[in-house]
């Protein structure tokens, strides 16, 4: 009912190319979240879908029927998109009963009708007793529930969140992301979620699409992207991941052997014999291994106790190799140390640049 | 080795230092006790006395009980408001298509839209005096048939005239409180269901609603305090205002009567304290989070080039066509001779500049008061908004808050003020500034300093306050910090209030009309009183040369980079 889809979208700002070429399409119901640094394009990507901005080039497509095309976007107020700002944007004119009877006031909806929809938003955000207060009388965490209650309210089939959480304590974002998880589900709309945090748009979103300088680099479930990462951008910004130059040796079985720095390891991913590319390491496929063979030497050059395990910082001996981070539960060798590394998974990167 | 660290000798920096602050803002309060606080005081204290059988109030009481000063109260409460009518609709209109829409050229229309800000009110009263007469209007069958008086000279022509030039004040205030408006508030609504028109009634007009009382509450006050256009237009209109009425009985009785003047001036006052307290009630509105991304402009769409086509035209009507008017009456040979490219002269401009002595004179005197009041006030205002603002001195805060109070009341009102405190020989010295060029500069001084002090402030409080901390533990004293790290981050706001300073002194008439003295003239007043003896042409070319000089100002300090707001006229 309400898929949203892009094809070919492009949006320049001047010399900026600020969305290249863009093709995604969010099915009807899906938590989706647009990733990547700032400045990648993905705001700009929200505000072609909310219909604030007309693309150069390409259809957006809401719910199967073309509302922009280049040059031309149908105006915002007549796309039945909910927003929650990053700012909130809360007019502070009015009560707060009032900024979440607006677009159903706008509407046209029946007196009595209204009060029950705002007093049902407001509820399910908690806030039933500030209704009548304004909004510069509320807590941050009580601003972004108003903001998500007026979105409820006007029942929209898409909502958009514009790094919602980007303004509010560590601790308010955990409830917060429940929160947004427990809307998801209760009103099934189409959620298109921006943010720089790759933690929150790993926990929330079925979908995710890693953006970077106005391409998308990947779109793909949560656990894809960080096991599988589909490049070498996706995949040091998803979890941490190490990028590592290897040179493939042949298939042995399932996996793939591989030579990384004169070292034989068995990762996943395909490949041809003789070819070079680049492998995706995280710190927990890395172990501090007694063994000489098969294992990486090195030196530690830096140790961060983190509770319950400490981070080891090991350079390669290996010439203009990179360092490599080694999650080590148990007591950990000096700094200065020479240690072995034994690698026990890695993801050949498909498209090696 | 001397060693830095032994008692003597760090206790004896510290004395050093501390005496040299103390110094410093001892003399700024002095500087500002004596130029602002004192007179009007001195104002309050006079105009409160008892009358001469000693019954309370009995000054204040018996001024105000004659007919004379209630109609002039009346005529200018009604004038100022009706005025403020006029400044509201224009300057509302303007603000919200120059601020809101996607409308072309905005930064000439905005300039445009300025204009009545950079000229004097006397020069507009002439203008628009110009322009209504037959001269220029006859060849177009527009002029009022001759031997009728200009429809100008009456409250409807002040109301005309007041309502345009404080236009500016308002367009001023909308402008700034529709450019905080974040974008996520009108981007909200749209999202909400909400068409253009109906995101501007629900959302933008409910938050600029401040602004515009704000404006209009300064429009109302600035329209009070006005001396020139009532004076051009009001005096021979027989339309008296409180300002048009002090001056009149100061002209007919001289000093003798300054008690009962006083009197009026406090009243005059009292209107506009009332006035600035409503603005401040006004400016508070709505608390704004500080936004997003400014505002995206909507678009006219087709209507964009009519929308474009109607403003130019109206703020050529109002800004532009009245100074074309004085240039052209500038250059005609005689009151009531029509211009052409065969009669035009620059005789005029002879007259003005070298054979009328008094001109040439006030061309002089009025360089002079700019150029000294500019000067004065900026070295003043330096110290005084570093010592408030990086220093958070609680003495140079309460000097930088009073400091407004002479700018702030009408400028009859601190002319009179400064009268009654300097009329008296000066202790010590035994002469009287009354009757030199002296009173005029000691009330410039007065009136001026907010000029270039609100600029500065504004500056200062950019600065980061670490910069002169750093230039502190490398051992510079006070002085030394101001000139070699405070000055070089604040000079261009401080250069541009000078300027306004040097721009506003410069075409001066309110103070000036009533402290001026044959031979210690301004130019204002010089313009004043060239048109009152019937010299029109002598009169239209002063001004045009005043405005010549006044824009060639205002375009120096475009170009400097300043924060935002310093100089009103830039878009």
């Known amino acids: 009912m309400a898929s949203v889809s892009l094809e070919g979208v492009s949006k320049r700002f001047g010399a900026t190319r600020a969305v290249e070429n863009v093709s995604l399409t969010v099915a009807d119901g899906e938590f989706f979240a647009l990733l990547g640094p700032s400045g990648c394009g993905k705001t700009t990507l929200l505000r072609l879908v909310a219909g604030f901005e007309a693309p150069d080039a390409g259809t957006v497509r809401l719910a199967n029927e073309v509302v922009s095309l280049s040059g031309w976007a149908l105006p915002p107020e007549e796309r039945r998109i909910g927003m929650v700002f990053q700012s909130y944007a809360l007019w502070p004119n009015m009560s707060v009963a009032e900024n979440v009877a607006f677009s159903l006031r706008v509407r046209r909806v029946a007196s009595d009708e209204r009060k029950r929809r705002v007093a049902t938003a407001l509820a399910m955000v908690g806030l039933e007793a500030m209704a009548k207060r304004r909004p510069h009388e509320l807590s941050g965490g009580q601003r972004q529930r108003v903001a998500l209650a007026r979105c409820l309210a006007m029942r929209p089939a898409i909502v958009l969140l514009d790094e919602p959480l980007a303004n509010l304590d560590v601790h308010l974002r955990e409830a917060m992301q429940q929160e947004f998880a427990r809307f998801h589900r209760e009103i099934g709309a189409t959620f298109i979620y921006v943010t720089h945090d790759q933690a929150e748009a790993m926990a929330l979103a079925n979908r995710v699409v890693v953006m970077n300088d106005g391409r998308v680099e990947q779109a793909a479930a949560p656990q894809a992207l960080y096991r599988e990462p589909a490049t070498e951008m996706v995949a040091r910004f998803v979890g941490h991941g190490m990028v590592v130059p290897v040179e493939i040796i042949g298939r042995e079985g399932p996996r793939m052997l591989v030579d990384l720095w004169g070292v034989r390891i068995a990762v996943r991913g395909e490949g041809d014999a003789g070819e070079c590319r680049s492998l995706c390491l995280h710190a927990e496929n890395l172990v501090l291994t007694s063994q000489t063979t098969s294992a990486i030497q090195g030196r530690v050059v830096a140790s961060a106790y983190q509770g319950a395990a400490t981070v080891l910082t090991i350079q390669p001996n290996a010439a203009n190799a990179p360092q490599l981070r080694v999650e080590h539960a148990s007591a950990p060798p000096a700094v200065g140390a020479s240690v072995a590394v034994a690698v026990r998974d890695g993801w050949i990167i498909r498209n090696t640049a | ?571």
């Open chain 2, 1 to 571: 080795m001397v060693n830095a660290y032994s008692a003597g000798s760090l206790s004896t920096v510290r004395k050093r230092s501390a005496s040299s602050g103390v110094f410093l803002i001892a003399a700024l309060a002095i500087y500002v006790v004596v130029l602002a606080v004192w007179p009007l005081a001195r104002l309050f204290y006079e105009a409160l006395l008892p009358g001469r059988g000693g019954e309370l109030l009995g000054v204040l009481l018996a001024q105000w009980r004659a007919p004379a000063a209630q109609a002039a109260l009346i005529n200018t409460i009604e004038a100022s408001a009706l005025a403020t009518l006029v400044s509201v609709t224009i300057g509302v209109i303007v603000a919200f298509l120059l601020a809101l829409t996607d409308i072309r050229g905005k930064a000439a229309l905005t300039f445009i839209a300025l204009l009545p800000l950079l000229v004097p009110s006397q020069i507009t009263a002439l203008a628009w005096i110009e322009l209504t007469s037959s001269s220029v209007l006859a060849p177009l069958g527009l002029a009022p048939a001759p031997g009728t008086t200009n429809p100008l000279y009456s409250k409807w022509g002040i109301v005309l005239v007041m309502g345009i030039e404080h236009s500016t004040l308002v367009f001023l205030a909308v402008r700034a409180g529709l450019r905080n408006l974040p974008r996520d508030l009108i981007e909200a609504a749209r999202l909400g269901g909400a068409h253009p028109l109906r995101v501007a009634r629900s959302v933008i007009v409910p938050l600029a609603l401040p602004a515009i009382l704000a404006g209009a509450a300064l429009a109302f006050v600035t329209s009070i305090g006005n001396f020139g256009i009532p004076a051009l237009l009001g005096i021979p209109g027989r339309y008296t205002m409180l300002t048009t009425l002090i001056y009149q009985h100061l002209q007919g009785f001289g000093p003798r009567v300054l008690g009962e003047v006083a009197a009026l001036a406090l009243g005059l006052g009292a209107l506009a304290v009332a006035g600035l307290l409503l603005r401040a009630i006004a400016v508070r509105g709505f608390a704004i989070e500080p936004g997003s991304a400014p505002l995206e402009p909507f678009r006219l769409g087709r209507a964009r080039m009519v929308v474009a086509v109607l403003l130019w035209i109206m703020l050529i009507i109002i800004a532009v066509m009245p100074l074309i008017a004085l240039l052209a009456a500038s250059l005609s040979p005689a009151l009531g001779v029509p211009l052409r490219f065969d009669t035009a002269t620059l005789a005029n401009y002879r007259f003005a500049l070298l054979e009328q002595d008094a001109t040439i004179r006030a061309f002089a005197n009025s360089f002079l008061l700019a150029f000294t009041t500019a000067v004065v006030s900026a070295s003043v205002a330096l110290p005084l908004a570093y010592l408030a603002t990086m220093r958070q001195n609680r003495i140079a805060r309460a000097l930088d808050a009073v400091a407004d109070a002479p700018y702030a009341v009408p400028g009859t009102v601190l002319a009179i003020a400064i009268i009654l405190v300097f009329l008296p020989p000066l202790p010590l010295l035994q002469v009287s500034l009354y009757g030199t060029i002296g009173i005029i500069l000691v009330a410039y001084l007065a009136r001026f300093l907010a000029l270039v002090l609100r600029p500065t402030m504004a500056a200062m409080g950019l600065v980061n306050k670490s910069l002169d901390e750093a230039a502190q533990i490398a051992g510079a004293s006070v002085l030394m910090r101001l000139r070699a790290v405070i000055l070089p981050s604040v000079a261009p706001s401080v250069v541009a209030g000078a300027l306004l300073i040097f721009m506003t002194a410069f075409n001066e008439l309110t103070v000036s009309a009533l402290l001026w003295s044959t031979g210690r003239e301004t130019l204002g007043v010089v313009v004043f009183s060239l048109h009152y003896e019937g010299n029109s042409p002598a009169a239209a070319a002063v001004a045009a040369i005043s405005v010549a000089v006044t824009l060639a100002l205002a375009m120096i300090a475009t170009t400097f980079r300043l924060p935002e707001g310093v100089v009103p006229w830039r878009a």
